[in-house]
């Protein structure tokens, strides 16, 4: 089966602009998630859409972070403006079903390494 | 918060050795999952292991859980170079900060 596909791959902007990170998860799989990667740490959950309704954004920083998942499949997770901080690799996830529950691994895609200048 | 801690943060061993990580967490769990995550790659789930399940073998990996220290190991055994790579378990979406296991040839 083909993988979580993200775009771009890397991306450098100034602090203050806007940017967008895309992803294409594995066919059929109807729960989604995003992941900020900050160096030397373990990936921390942004946002999780069963299908493309939001089932959790308790850590997305919605000042400045949006996410949303069209039609259930693709998704693209956007900040606006970008700080300093926002430095990181930005992963997704897809899961054949809701996760927490704890019954279904969770499949990454390679990430968007994004640095703020 | 992270839930998950494992230990050590990194481990340097020689091709061949055992390598042994450990995790942490704090809060009950349905289960316990272990990551790989090769140097600017995403994650690969390698093993999850249930609440209900005491140790979980996959090829060289082997996964103990004990649910009264809250607590869970991964050894990989016979290390080979290309086990090269960062180490986390998680609970509930929550990943740990990681083991960077190093193999020297």
């Known amino acids: 089966e083909a993988g979580v596909a993200q775009s771009p791959r890397y991306k450098i902007i100034e602090k203050r602009q806007s940017v967008a990170f895309w992803c294409n998860p594995i066919?059929?799989?109807?729960?989604l998630y995003w992941y900020q990667q900050i160096l030397g740490q373990g990936p921390k959950l942004l946002i999780q859409?069963?299908?493309?309704?939001?089932?959790?954004d308790s850590q997305l920083p919605k000042d400045r972070f949006s996410a949303e998942r069209l039609k259930g499949v693709d998704s693209t997770l956007k900040i606006q403006p970008a700080k300093l901080e926002d430095s990181a690799v930005y992963l997704c996830?897809?899961?054949?079903?809701?996760?927490?529950?704890?019954?279904?691994?969770?499949?990454f895609g390679n990430g968007t390494r994004l640095t703020v200048t | 918060s992270q839930q998950g801690e494992e230990d050590p943060q990194a481990l340097s061993i020689q091709e061949g050795e055992n390598a042994t990580m450990n995790c942490s967490y704090k809060t009950s769990i349905n289960n316990l999952q272990w990551y790989r995550q090769n140097s600017g790659r995403g994650l690969v789930h390698l093993i999850l292991?249930?609440?209900?399940?005491r140790e979980k073998h996959s090829g060289r990996l082997r996964v103990t859980l004990d649910t009264s220290k809250k607590s869970s190991s991964l050894l990989i055994t016979a290390s080979r170079a290309a086990d090269t790579a960062s180490y986390f378990c998680a609970q509930k979406l929550v990943f740990g900060q990681g083991t960077r296991l190093t193999i020297n040839p």
């Open positions: 066919s059929g799989h109807a729960t």
């Open positions: 996830a897809s899961s054949y079903d809701r996760a927490v529950l704890g019954n279904s691994p969770l499949h």
């Open positions: 859409f069963q299908n493309n309704g939001v089932v959790d």
């Open positions: 292991i249930r609440s209900n399940e």
